[in-house]
């Protein structure tokens, strides 16, 4: 019984101090969820209220890919210690039409300047009147 109880109680700490390690060490890699576009400080709402509009970043390889309402984009991104971001070299898929708010999420994601970023948010911007905020897509 005390065996368990010690390997329960080390299992609690090593997950505990796992947790805190991600939680202070935010990065860019993974999934986002597109949650606002703000234009010319305007927010701009999709057309559909199930609209959603990923985003996939893979700094190790250097590669984003952004999922629209019908279509996928992939391309290239790069990053530098002052917050710097560049995506570059994006093409999409040509399935069918999509939206205007996918459109514009586009147009602005390859104007991006620089992000500020923390543990489950991130904003890109292009300029402080300009900017997309996604919130990161954790696992289940």
């Not at 290239?76 to 994006?90: L, W, Y």
């Not at 514009?104 to 390859?110: A, G």
């Amino acid at each position: 019984m005390k065996k368990y109880l010690i390997l329960s109680i080390s299992l609690f700490i090593l997950l505990s101090i796992t947790s805190c390690e991600k939680s202070s060490d935010p990065t860019l890699n993974g999934l986002w969820q597109i949650s606002k576009l703000v234009l010319n400080n305007t927010e701009v709402k999709p057309e559909g209220s199930q609209e959603v509009v990923t985003l996939l970043l893979d700094s190790g390889k250097d590669q984003t890919f952004l999922k629209l309402s019908a279509n996928t984009c992939s391309g290239k991104f790069s990053t530098t210690g002052d917050n710097s971001i560049n995506f570059s070299d994006i093409s999409c898929t040509e399935i069918c039409c999509d939206t205007n708010f996918d459109m514009k999420i586009l147009e602005t994601l390859q104007k991006v300047n620089y992000y500020d970023l923390d543990v489950t948010q991130v904003t890109f911007y292009v300029d402080d009147a300009n900017y997309i905020i996604a919130s990161k897509v954790l696992p289940e």
